[in-house]
């Protein structure tokens, strides 16, 4: 079975200073990982995604995530906050083509970013 | 290009009523799926759909909850005899296949509010 457990559920950080999401996972076969970001009123925006390529994995507005098998780890950072990443973030874990690509949400981090 | 798009924005309806809720995916994608976020949690699966037919739709809760995506574009979430608890945020998300590697791009949502 497949699941994520975000390990925060609130996030504040001040402007300029970096930003660190934590996300764990749990997969019976090698996952495809994923994270979005939800602006208030605003649909589900990819952020960025693993599929077993490179480990290091860069997405937009400077996001970047490191998966990390051993420590069974998807966590979501950042050098540099800015005020319009204020939002709500969840990490995903994919069910695989068996079950229909399904994808399975975290509860979500809420980040504030203090000016 | 155009994203998925879903309507209404918004329904408030009475216990006890039926509801409608569409959902128009991106142009040639094959895959639709369907999601339920309750306030303050990540989405929760309902349904998926590969072409015309329901390949999985054990994540819908009961029988009042239905879904048909006739022609392999458009699909419509059926709700009967709602219920209070069935207040939340529903989903739509299409993708080009199935594969576990596969993004899902979110529409906006549809609040359902049941008086």
């Known amino acids: 079975a497949q699941s994520v457990t975000q390990l925060d559920s609130h996030v504040s950080v001040s402007e300029g200073t970096p930003v660190l999401l934590r996300c764990n996972y749990s997969?019976?076969?090698?996952?495809?990982l994923f994270w979005y970001v939800q602006h208030p009123n605003k649909g589900l925006q990819l952020l960025l995604k693993?599929?077993?390529?490179?480990?290091l994995v860069k997405g937009i507005n400077g996001f970047e995530a490191e998966f990390k098998k051993s420590e069974t780890s998807f966590h979501l950072t950042k050098p540099s906050a800015h005020m319009s990443d204020a939002a709500e973030y969840f990490c995903?874990?994919?069910?695989?083509?068996?079950?229909?690509?399904?994808?399975?949400f975290g509860t979500g981090t809420s980040l504030t970013v203090i000016p | 290009g155009a994203g998925v798009s879903q309507t209404p924005s918004n329904k408030v309806t009475e216990k006890g009523k039926y509801v409608e809720l569409r959902c128009d995916p991106i142009?040639?994608?094959?895959?639709l799926y369907w999601y339920r976020q309750s306030l303050g949690q990540g989405p929760e699966f309902l349904i998926y759909?590969?072409?015309?037919?329901?390949?999985?739709d054990s994540g819908l809760p009961n029988d009042r909850f239905f879904a048909v995506r006739p022609e392999g574009s458009v699909s419509t979430l059926k709700i009967q005899r709602t219920e209070r608890g069935d207040s939340a945020v529903y989903l739509c998300a299409s993708s080009l296949q199935t594969s576990g590697t596969d993004t899902q791009y979110f529409g906006p949502g549809t609040r359902l509010t049941v008086l």
């Open positions: 693993y599929t077993s390529a490179a480990t």
């Open positions: 142009s040639g994608h094959t895959a």
């Open positions: 997969s019976s076969y090698s996952p495809s």
């Open positions: 995903v874990v994919s069910g695989g083509s068996n079950t229909g690509n399904q994808f399975y």
């Open positions: 759909f590969q072409g015309t037919g329901a390949a999985d």
